[in-house]
Nanobody, 115 residues
Framework: QVQLVESGGGLVQPGESLRLSCAASGSIAGLYSMGWYRQVPGKQREAVAH???????IYADSVKGRFTISRDNAKNTVFLQMNSLKSEDTAVYYC?????????WGPGTQVTVSS
């Protein structure tokens, strides 16, 4: 079993920043990649950022230049630094870890950007 716990969500004003964290625990061994997704009510969950075992990153076009994903392998933790937040970034953000082609998900953390 793999458990993920996100933290760092909250309410901020447009233009402000937030840093999300996600710690993984349990049966984690070998190579794995991690990522962040987000979802708003009535819409499909969308990929935000992904980081490979070796540290290569991929971002959704909507967050490029504003969000940065990073990881601490020693702590099985992934981070999402979100700068210049916009109202359209409002969503529940989910952390995922991919181990041997299986996705495991956290419960999500709410990010609300509003003036």
């Amino acid at each position: 079993q793999v458990q993920l716990v996100e933290s760092g969500g909250g309410l901020v004003q447009p233009g402000e920043s937030l840093r999300l964290s996600c710690a993984a625990s349990g049966s984690i061994a070998g190579l794995y990649s991690m990522g962040w997704y987000r979802q708003v009510p009535g819409k499909q969950r969308e990929a935000v950022a992904h980081i490979s075992t070796g540290g290569s990153t991929i971002y959704a076009d909507s967050v490029k230049g504003r969000f940065t994903i990073s990881r601490d392998n020693a702590k099985n933790t992934v981070f999402l630094q979100m700068n210049s937040l916009k109202s359209e970034d409002t969503a529940v953000y989910y952390c995922t870890i991919i181990i041997r082609a299986t996705n495991y998900w956290g419960p999500g953390t709410q990010v609300t950007v509003s003036s």
